[in-house]
């Protein structure tokens, strides 16, 4: 699938920031010298460039974007051409203090930072709606451009009375009535019942901080303000060429909006992508942005795009380590083969100064072109060129689903009970994950919406789904009453959408489906002691949580090990219609995890990238027919296919056994 139809190719490039250099011509006309070099077709320009358009209300500069659209162009780059709107004007705050954002104790913010903007304020709406149509008006049709960079990482919430205001007005299209809004938020407890609209204020430090019904709905319109502010500005650029496609660039582990709702009123998704490298466990980091990578792709159900990575090394983490030899390729390499389109960076040029004066790049200040970082990006550049014929290519229809939903990591981290406050929902989701990517099975991300649907797959699973709708469990029932196979963890089930607990029992409306009924629930300290016992021996550690299952008809498959509750069920299987129910009852290790997932997946025949049995940290990843051959382990490895491959990426054989650099990577396709 190509987004970019004027120019259909693995983008390679990153982020530019021209106007920073605009007294030094020799720097600019060096770097379009230096892009052609390291095999760079494309960068993003006009990111934080508001200042320079436009220095006084009004006044608009455009003449230094003309010359350097057109200085890349020349030189062979295209360009994807961001809108401002990540950070406005100073002389915008000082004319217009309420573009200014609120924070939760009632204080304007001073003019400074980023997305430090009220994305209410009728004034910052319209002066974003006009520079992005004088931005489209001038470029939109350019050759050069050939992708809309909507913002940049946008965050935050304000609690200014604009917002206050939306914010009840929101409420009202919601609930309809004050009654309703009472109910769905238990109000009665502690007399917080509301009597006029005007009382209902957004939850914060100086406000309302217990109500966990608020505090989701509060998260939820903040999704809703920010996705109205980002078609806000689509609509904008469309305006002027319909045909041009918009992205907008998300973030890792991001928690302030829901990305599933956010990401269906943009053409196509782009994430920024930070693994902390050679911080103890490769293994595991790259268990967790294969996942990253996976969402994205889920997201729309279509490629993305890798908008932000690091050539070396990043400037705002505790240590900033640099990548070792290889892992720039590696990490770049497993972008693609979860989906990605391209692999861009933050940045090009380190710029003289402010914040991210260290911030790896492409070109440090000494502005060489002989360096290590400058030969590893090089290299991913040629990669992507080799790395064609799989570019309209995608992934296998995935047989595996984890349902993973923004309402209920919400309603986890707001809810006051087990490991309070450290629920670790998404650590614990990509556990779940890492079973499945260590065996090369492909995996889709869904949510509970009702637009989900699950009969494409063969495995769904649902760890932590402690928020359940009504709607959501009727699809679960019917899925695996006509075949399909659930597996559901502990602390699934006991809230509805509003945060309100189910009454009956949990999981609500599944019990008769998991053969189990979730009863009480334990929070272990580190220190204390539980397993989870195999049928054939096998003991895994337990840690964190524990749930002590009421049996139902369902069969045992693991027990407790330790404490008052040992030899009572811990795993469960459970037939139902014509499919089966599995129930985790505990928290179990990654080992645990992976022999219950080797088990199903082998039960229900999942693809897996190959069937050879690789080294521990060696992970094989299909794209398009294609075997991206991978190795975190931090070691050199031996590895052996039976069958006869080229790597794309050099055009050699590989076949039988062969050593697998530490960092390595190869593109696998059959030999022919």
């Not at 019942?193 to 901080?209: C, F, H, I, K, L």
């Not at 640099?322 to 940045?347: D, E, N």
């Not at 992934?395 to 990591?409: E, F, L, T």
């Not at 959501?472 to 509805?496: E, I, W």
Request: proline share 4%; with cysteine.
């Amino acid at each position: 699938m190509t987004f970019t139809p004027r120019f259909p190719a693995f983008l390679h490039g990153g982020d530019y920031n021209p106007d920073q250099w605009l007294d030094r011509p020799d720097i600019l006309d060096k770097d379009v010298e230096l892009m052609r070099k390291a095999h760079v077709n494309c960068v993003s320009i006009g990111i934080f460039s508001w200042a320079r358009l436009e220095p006084a209300e009004g006044v608009y500069d455009f003449a230094w974007l003309d010359e350097v659209i057109d200085r890349l162009w020349k030189g062979g780059i295209h360009v994807i051409l961001a809108t401002p709107s990540g950070a406005r004007p100073a002389w915008m705050a000082q004319k217009y203090p309420e573009v200014l954002r609120v924070n939760d104790r009632y204080q304007r913010y001073h003019f400074g930072g980023r997305h430090n903007h009220c994305l209410t304020s009728p004034v910052y709406r319209r002066k974003v709606r006009e520079m992005d149509t004088r931005l489209a008006e001038r470029y939109a049709n350019h050759p050069a451009v050939i992708l809309w960079h909507l913002s940049n990482e946008m965050s935050g919430e304000c609690h200014c009375e604009l917002c206050q205001e939306k914010w009840r007005d929101w409420l009202k299209d919601k609930y309809g009535t004050l009654d309703k809004l009472n109910d769905a938020w238990w109000t009665s407890f502690w007399a917080h019942r509301y009597t006029d609209w005007s009382q209902v204020e957004a939850p914060g430090n100086m406000a309302e901080t217990s109500t966990n019904g608020m505090y989701i709905d509060w998260r939820r319109f903040n999704t809703w303000q920010c996705k109205t502010f980002m078609m806000a500005e689509r609509d904008a650029v469309k305006a002027v060429n319909p045909e041009l496609k918009v992205t907008a660039n998300l973030m890792e582990r991001f928690w302030d909006y829901d990305y599933f709702d956010l990401c269906e009123e943009m053409d196509v998704v782009s994430w920024d992508s930070y693994p902390l490298w050679h911080s103890g466990d490769d293994v595991a980091r790259a268990a967790e942005f294969a996942m990253n990578h996976d969402m994205m792709r889920s997201f729309k159900d279509q490629p993305f795009l890798l908008m932000e990575s690091t050539p070396s090394q990043v400037n705002w983490k505790p240590v900033n380590k640099l990548k070792r030899p290889g892992m720039h390729l590696l990490s770049s390499m497993q972008a693609l083969a979860h989906g990605s389109q391209s692999v861009l960076y933050f940045q090009w040029r380190k710029g003289r100064g402010a914040a991210e004066q260290f911030h790896g790049a492409v070109v440090d200040h000494d502005g060489r072109d002989d360096t290590r970082v400058f030969r590893d990006v090089t290299q991913v550049g040629k990669a992507l060129e080799a790395l064609m014929p799989i570019y309209d290519r995608e992934k296998q229809p995935a047989q595996a689903c984890i349902i993973y939903d923004w309402s209920n990591w919400w309603a986890i981290d707001y809810a006051q009970t087990g490991q309070a406050k450290n629920m670790k929902y998404f650590d614990s989701v990509n556990m779940h994950y890492r079973s499945l990517w260590q065996l090369g099975v492909n995996v889709d991300f869904r949510d509970t919406r009702a637009c989900t649907d699950l009969s494409r797959y063969k495995l769904v699973i649902c760890p932590m789904l402690f928020m359940m709708n009504e709607a959501f469990t009727q699809k679960l029932r019917d899925y695996v009453a006509h075949g399909g196979t659930v597996l559901v963890t502990y602390f699934s089930g006991v809230v509805d959408e509003h945060g309100l607990a189910w009454l009956g029992g949990a999981p609500h409306n599944l019990i008769d489906v998991l053969g189990v009924r979730g009863t009480e629930l334990d929070a272990l300290f580190p220190e204390d002691e539980q397993a989870l016992v195999m049928a054939d021996g096998r003991c895994f550690k337990v840690s964190e949580l524990c749930e002590i299952p009421e049996m139902h008809g369902a069969a045992t498959l693991g027990t407790y090990g330790e404490d008052f509750y040992a030899g009572m069920a811990c795993l469960t299987k459970n037939a139902f219609g014509q499919g089966q129910a599995y129930y985790l009852a505990a928290k179990v290790e990654q080992a645990g995890l992976d022999a219950i997932y080797a088990a199903i997946a082998g039960e229900l025949s999942l693809k897996c990238a190959l069937t050879d049995t690789l080294p521990h940290g060696v992970i094989a990843t299909e794209r398009g027919g294609a075997v991206f051959l991978q190795n975190y382990s931090g070691q050199r490895q031996q590895v052996t296919l039976a069958d006869a491959y080229t790597d794309l990426i050099t055009g050699k054989a590989v076949s039988g056994s062969f050593e697998l650099e530490v960092n390595g990577v190869l593109v696998l396709t059959k030999a022919s």
